[in-house]
């Protein structure tokens, strides 16, 4: 791994962590009126953006760790195109954050050095755990991403279209590592991610 390497990939942390991200779709449901919405209910759903946010934090250091360690092109331009779809996921979630008053993790530094530790790891266990490990973590988002549809105010469209987005593109990318090759995870290391997850999404709720 070239000096270069590690540079960029230092850069791209900083700014996956301090930096708004860029998107080139547009923003899904930018065009609802904003409902009216309880304080409660604003803060429930600030809340779960905020959960959603240090998810796709997690991701983009998820992939730029499996990148960065994966010796395949074609999966190291797969994980890169995945990459920046979550990039634009990192900006729909922090607009809409600041949108309903709410803030931004204090975790996110931490998650971020974990998820891409994790990422490191996978690739260097060889292209099929690297991709299945993928394929595991976006079917377990798609199904996260399910359970906020049920949780957020029916009326708050915007919220709503966003997350709606999100799970359709995690969909994808679980699609792609299974044409790529992955390889099914044990139902151990299955149930830890969930775990770990479940951890990860509780304390993002409040801090």
């Known amino acids: 791994m070239s000096f270069d390497t ?14 708004a991200a860029p998107t080139t779709r547009g923003v899904p449901g930018h065009e609802c009126v904003e409902p009216q919405l309880t304080v409660q209910e604003k803060a429930h759903a600030g809340a779960l953006m905020r959960i959603n ?8 250091a998820l992939y730029q760790g499996q990148a960065l360690t994966c010796g395949n092109p074609t ?8 990459a920046y779809e979550e990039t634009e996921h990192l900006a729909w979630t922090e607009q ?18 974990g998820a891409f530790s994790i990422g490191a790891l996978a690739a260097k266990l060889g292209d099929g755990w690297n991709l299945g490990f993928l394929a595991e ?20 469209a915007t919220s709503r279209a966003i997350v709606g987005q999100m799970k359709i593109d995690e969909a994808s990318h679980a699609e792609t590592a299974v044409r790529l090759g992955a390889r099914e995870l044990p139902l151990p290391i299955k149930a830890a991610m969930k775990l770990a ?3 990860m999404t509780r304390a993002a ?3």
């Open 197 to 199: 997850a479940g951890v």
């Open 205 to 207: 709720y409040y801090v």
């Open 53 to 60: 946010h240090v998810g796709e934090v997690c991701a983009q």
């Open 6 to 19: 590690l540079i960029l990939g230092f850069d791209k942390a900083l700014r996956t962590l301090f930096v």
């Open 75 to 82: 999966i190291r331009s797969a994980l890169e195109k995945a």
């Open 96 to 113: 809409r954050i600041n949108e309903l008053g709410g803030r931004k993790s204090v975790l996110s530094p931490l998650c971020y050095l």
């Open 137 to 156: 973590t976006e079917r377990q988002v798609e199904a996260h991403l399910e359970h906020h549809l049920c949780e957020l105010p029916e009326q708050d």
